[in-house]
T-cell receptor, first 114, second 112 residues
Framework: DVKVTQSSRYLVKRTGEKVFLECVQD?????MFWYRQDPGLGLRLIYF???????EKGDIPEGYSVSREKKERFSLILESASTNQTSMYLC?????????????FGPGTRLTVT | GESVGLHLPTLSVQEGDNSIINCAYS??????FIWYKQESGKGPQFIID?????DKRQGQRVTVLLNKTVKHLSLQIAATQPGDSAVYFC???????????FGAGTRLFVKA
């Protein structure tokens, strides 16, 4: 079975702090994604990556950056956390760039910024 | 922008009944559709998918129907159980595209 793991289930950070969210997948997937999920807004794509060191902006990249130094790991960085970044963050991966296959999701990180 | 939507935000069914969750999509270029289930406190989990060259696909207790004429997708769950209580998302994708477009989700409540 594909496993996507996220470094933390719950995080509480202060405004202005730098926040790192880590995601690891164990199935050699090419694609990795970061979403945030908010009530009533569904899943919104922040960034995705289709290869090592490659990244593409999603629908809401402002305030975020990403890093993909190894194929299995995709990190989301909040350079200076703000209260409006309080959300559930979901990482996902899929096998092949541009292919028709589903994404596999991690359990999520619930981030609270105070 | 185009998006995937759902007709109903919540659905309540009696245990043992069949459930039908509906979804409308607007991108006629989409050729792959997926249903996900998200239980409380967990990430979305793949349930079933269908490609645009099919109009029906069955899994274990679940069936997905695709009507390309009216751009409509539905998920049918047979003999709904308490463990089926969750939020269900439909999603769409097209060949060559990187992004998957997710619907807002429908919350399914199963009454014992």
């Amino acid at each position: 079975d594909v496993k996507v793991t996220q470094s933390s289930r719950y995080l509480v950070k202060r405004t202005g702090e730098k926040v790192f969210l880590e995601c690891v997948q164990d199935m050699d997937h090419e694609n990795m994604f970061w979403y945030r999920q908010d009530p009533g807004l569904g899943l919104r794509l922040i960034y995705f990556s289709y290869d090592v060191k490659m990244k593409e902006k999603g629908d809401i990249p402002e305030g975020y950056s990403v890093s993909r130094e190894k194929k299995e790991r995709f990190s989301l960085i909040l350079e200076s956390a703000s209260t409006n970044q309080t959300s559930m963050y979901l990482c996902a991966s899929s096998f092949r760039a541009g292919g028709l296959q589903s994404q596999y999701f991690g359990p999520g990180t619930r981030l609270t910024v105070t | 922008g185009e998006s995937v939507g759902l007709h109903l935000p919540t659905l309540s069914v009696q245990e043992g009944d069949n459930s039908i969750i509906n979804c409308a999509y607007s991108n006629s270029a989409s050729d792959y559709f997926i249903w996900y289930k998200q239980e409380s406190g967990k990430g979305p989990q793949f349930i079933i998918d269908i490609r645009s060259n099919m109009d029906k696909r069955q899994g274990q207790r679940v069936t997905v129907l695709l009507n390309k004429t009216v751009k409509h997708l539905s998920l049918q769950i047979a003999a709904t159980q308490p463990g089926d209580s969750a939020v269900y998302f439909c999603a769409e994708k097209y060949t060559g595209g990187f992004k998957t477009i997710f619907g807002a989700g429908t919350r399914l409540f199963v009454k014992a």
